[in-house]
């Protein structure tokens, strides 16, 4: 099992990922209060497609499905501040969504056969903003991008700033540094449930 994940580290690692740490599962920390950001006040997204809420079963569905669990994979991607609110952030988050995806993918092929990976925003602004709907919420019912998008960790209440603590990263977003300049690096991050 240690080498299966460390394998799998590595695999975040040479797919773009900044950072990947093995979590255990209870540490996790999921809070209905960030799921409920989602609608209060409404993002924009809300709503739009199969990965965000309401079309997600929440924060106390994913409390009783980490019980099952042991650990997970956690990652970032080290950005700067203004690629994150720039045009170039679909991108980005592409890049989060499919690195996600290819640890749920990875783990799945060497038997870890209910790995379930989470991401950060919308799969319908990253991967279908050209297209007027949601597929998989219209009347064929499946999605344009199965083999990359994954649902998104906010829709869940997972706590991302708890897991940066827990695994030492730090939480300095926004904040300032020594010369009272506001941060301009920031991440964005994923998380793999392993089992």
């Not at 099952?68 to 989060?96: G, M, N, W």
């Amino acid at each position: 099992m240690k080498d299966l994940l460390q394998e799998l580290l590595h695999g975040a690692c040479l797919a773009g990922a900044t950072k990947a740490a093995i979590v255990a599962a209870r540490d996790i920390v999921v809070e209905d209060e960030l799921a409920e950001r989602c609608h209060l006040p409404r993002c924009e997204n809300y709503g739009f497609s199969l990965s965000c809420p309401p079309h997600v079963a929440g924060s106390a569905a994913l409390r009783a499905q980490l019980e099952t669990y042991e650990k997970a994979l956690f990652f970032k991607i080290d950005v700067p501040v203004h690629v994150l609110y720039s045009s170039d952030s679909r991108e980005l988050f592409q890049l989060l969504h499919e690195i996600a995806a290819g640890i749920e993918q990875s783990a799945i092929m060497r038997g870890m056969v209910r790995a379930q990976a989470y991401a950060g925003d919308s799969c319908k602004r990253i991967f279908c903003h050209d297209q007027p709907d949601c597929q998989a919420l219209g009347t064929l019912r499946t999605c344009r991008y199965p083999q990359s998008a994954r649902p998104s960790m906010s829709g869940f209440g997972i706590n991302v700033a708890a897991l940066l603590r827990r695994v030492g990263w730090g939480t300095d977003v926004g904040e300032c540094n020594t010369d009272g300049d506001l941060a301009t690096n920031t991440y964005v991050c994923g998380l793999v449930l392993l089992s």
